[in-house]
């Protein structure tokens, strides 16, 4: 069974400073997603990481992919409030070929951004 | 280009009742999925439709929910007899057609079900 973890669950941080939140994985997958969420609302999609070193940068989020390590980054550079929200990572197996969008989550990172 | 649309948005039913809950994809998508979402926890994924096909229902509960994406109109995901355990948000997300796990997902605002 696919496993995705993300860590820290909770990041409190102040604004102008920078983190990382950590997404590990269990099985083999060269496509990993990250996704937003604000408190009540749906998911909004940040990045798609479809290959072994990708990496995307929107703003102030960068996100990486190191298939070999099964490990996704999103950093977060100078952070500002706007940035508080929960984040996920997502990730979809290979499946001999045959794999298609199902999607496993990680329990999302809480971020909260401190003047 | 409309989103993925759902509704209703929030649905309060007494222990008992049915269920039933619609997503309409975006245009040009015909692979819908289905998430659950608990409180204070990560989405959960139900199952994975195309036009009148179950692809794959392995997140479904074994009882009591069932889903179908019909050749027209909405998918609907059907919860029959709630429980106070099926009140989560459900998200249902769309994809084009094609290599569907290379393409973004892209969900709706989800809909909010409350069992008294």
């Known amino acids: 069974e696919l496993k995705v973890e993300q860590n820290p669950l909770f990041l409190s941080m102040q604004e102008g400073k920078n983190y990382t939140i950590y997404c590990n994985y269990s099985?083999?997958?060269?496509?990993l997603y990250w996704y937003r969420q604000d408190p009540g609302k749906s998911l909004e999609s940040l990045f798609v990481?479809?290959?072994?070193?990708a990496v995307k940068q929107e703003g102030r989020l960068m996100a990486s992919l190191d298939t070999k390590a099964r490990l996704s980054t999103l950093h977060i550079t100078a952070a500002v409030h706007d940035l508080s929200a929960t984040y996920f990572c997502?990730?979809?197996?290979?499946?001999?070929?045959?794999?298609?969008?199902?999607?496993?989550f990680g329990q999302g990172t809480i971020l909260t951004v401190h003047p | 280009n409309a989103g993925v649309m759902q509704n209703p948005r929030h649905l309060v039913r007494r222990r008992g009742q049915e269920a039933r809950l619609r997503c309409s994809p975006m245009?040009?998508?015909?692979?819908v999925y289905w998430y659950r979402q608990l409180p204070e926890e990560g989405l959960k994924f139900m199952v994975y439709?195309?036009?009148?096909?179950?692809?794959?229902e392995s997140g479904m509960p074994k009882e009591r929910f069932s889903a179908e994406f019909p050749k027209e109109g909405p998918s609907i995901l059907r919860i029959q007899q709630v429980v106070r355990g099926d009140s989560a948000a459900y998200f249902c997300?769309?994809?084009?057609?094609?290599?569907?796990?290379?393409?973004?997902?892209?969900f709706g605002p989800g809909t909010r079900l409350t069992v008294l």
């Open positions: 099985t083999t997958s060269d496509r």
């Open positions: 439709l195309q036009k009148e096909n179950i692809i794959d």
């Open positions: 990481l479809l290959s072994n070193g």
């Open positions: 997300a769309s994809s084009p057609p094609g290599l569907a796990g290379g393409d973004t997902q892209y």
């Open positions: 997502a990730v979809v197996p290979n499946a001999g070929g045959t794999s298609y969008g199902k999607l496993t």
């Open positions: 245009k040009g998508h015909s692979h």
